[in-house]
């Protein structure tokens, strides 16, 4: 035995130094190849194209400068030497164990083959390093998932190695493609282990080390699609560990060893909590310079996630809502303070402010109703914090804080309406009244505010694309149609008590219609009275969304006296917009014609 691991020894020697023979061979003919290329062309014949060179010499040119044809022909000579070793293994020659052994040492000196050429800055380091690394990654996951000869502990602290091998690389040469591609098959063979099923906590320690060098990575050389992939990898296998988890709680089944029930909710919120610190870290980096699209995105993508995968989790395992929603609120709340630090960090323009901001708003848009048990009380809590931050906008001078205040405020609007629309009685009256009332007043003081001051200059999409911010009527409509459900809860709770149950659904049907007409001649009133042709223009679609509710409902299913309400208030809607539209169209002529004179 000793005899035969002595010859293979020897074997092993004799490849590598027919691959260091063969490295020289070809950076002999590279300087050979320079030299000729240094030397002087003749001279062209005269002619009429002789401005234009010729396309095959420009691309052998360029094959020349890039040493494209040394390093095909590089990875050749180690892919035959690999393919060597690999042949030997499946034919028996060497047991796996060994062959493996031989294998990763191959690996490992095809990578430090690189380090010695990148010290020379050798243009065929990249080649040896990658070569190394991928091979290494791919015996680790064979000789793991194939043969079964490599324990999951075992494998999993390789892999990190590797990826901590080439980030060393990296670091010290300065150069991106060692940790660039020692982190993405880190992250990806990570994942190829025992899939479907591995073993979830050491796969998490594994994907975590990838994202946190993907992050040094990032901040070095810029390579925001690297995090992309291992962010989009990691969200998937711990999604996976997550649903299956939960299907099996759910089942009335005791988790099996892998999927580790323990562990799920710490290496959850150490990958939360994770992601939220980088992207802090990312954006105060970038306060300077151009912030990328993952950090400012990576916040809301983070709670989103999270958030929906611990509900999920929680519910299977029996918890508590209620627990889970003031935590969530509290990370909510954390998230709106660090947007507050981070507009301290940069008074000028408030950048990469906003991503926590929406982050916040979204994770307390998920969190509240969990806390006061249902979605409705918690909406005029989400309007003052859009009216919040619409104020803080001016102070900031930050046009992204001012549209997501304008998103907010439409999301307790629509969510008001869901809510409603879905309920078949009332639960609570004064909950819904209240609730309704303060979205539809904190919606309206929210339109006069924007409408009061203008947009920050300093915005892009308010310098470039809504220079008349004409986004913030979507506020007034999110106001109105607050307004209109309020009143059309006060309507119900009047005439449920007035009218039998079977007539109640044709009076509620009219009711909608008068409430929309007798809105749209307060509209139109508004408008006159303070000249504003924005509040006019509303007006005029109120109306029209009225004449659709009249004429394509309540004419074809309403009947009775509510059916004759409804056309009459249409009616006097119309008249009164007549009026009003005729003078004001008087006094606009005479306006017109000063100004043409």
Known sequence: ???????????????????????????????????????????????????????????????????????????????????????????????????????????????LMGWRRYRRANPLAPIFIVCGTVLMFTIVVETHTRFDALPSVQA????????????????????????????????????????????FPYLGIVLLTANLLGFFTARAHRYSWLRWI?????????????????????????????????WFLPILILFSATYAITAWMGIIRSLSGRISRFELALPTINIIWAFLLV???????????????????IVGVGHLAAAVLLAGRDPRGAHGTNAFLFAGSVLLALALPLVVGSTLPSLPVLAAVAFGASVMSAKWHSGSVRLTSYLLQIYAAVALAAVVLRWETMPSFSVSVVSAGGIACLGLL????????????????????????FAAVAILLAALLSAFFLLRMIAQRILGMSLAPAELNNAMQCSQSVIINLSAIVLIFFAQAYNNREVRNVAILVTVIGAVNVFLYDLLRAHGLPLVISVLSFGLATAVESVILGRWQRLSAPAQDNAGA
Not at 29 to 34: C, K, V
Not at 70 to 86: H, N, Y
Not at 311 to 329: D, H, K, N
């Open 1 to 111: 035995m000793a005899d035969e691991h002595s010859s293979l020894k020897i074997q092993v020697e004799q490849i590598a130094a027919q691959v260091e023979a063969l490295t020289r061979r070809v950076d002999a003919l590279t300087e050979q190849i320079a030299l000729v290329s240094a030397r002087p062309a003749p001279d062209r014949v005269a002619s009429g194209d002789g401005d234009f060179p010729d396309p095959s010499e420009a691309l052998l040119s360029w094959v020349g400068r890039s040493s494209l044809l040394q390093r095909l022909s590089t990875v050749c000579f180690l892919l035959v030497v690999a393919l060597i070793l690999r042949t030997v293994t499946d034919n028996g020659m060497v047991n796996i164990r060994l062959g493996t052994i031989i294998g990763m040492s191959y690996a490992v000196a095809l990578m």
């Open 156 to 199: 999993y602290i390789l892999l990190m190695l590797t990826g901590l091998g080439t980030a060393v690389i990296s670091y010290v040469y300065r150069v991106p493609a060692p940790v660039a591609v020692g982190n993405l098959g880190m992250c990806i063979a990570g994942a190829a282990i025992d899939y479907p099923n591995p073993f």
């Open 230 to 262: 291992l962010l989009l990898v990691t969200l998937f296998m711990i999604n996976l560990w997550g649903i299956k988890l939960g299907m099996t709680l759910l089942g009335g089944e005791k988790p099996p060893r892998i999927l580790a029930p323990d």
């Open 311 to 329: 509900q999920y989790v929680v519910f299977a395992m029996g918890g508590s809502q209620i627990l889970l929603g003031v935590t969530g609120a």
């Open 446 to 469: 929210h339109y006069r505010w924007c409408r009061n001051r203008k947009p920050p200059a300093e915005s892009a999409f308010y310098s470039r694309i809504d220079k008349s911010d």
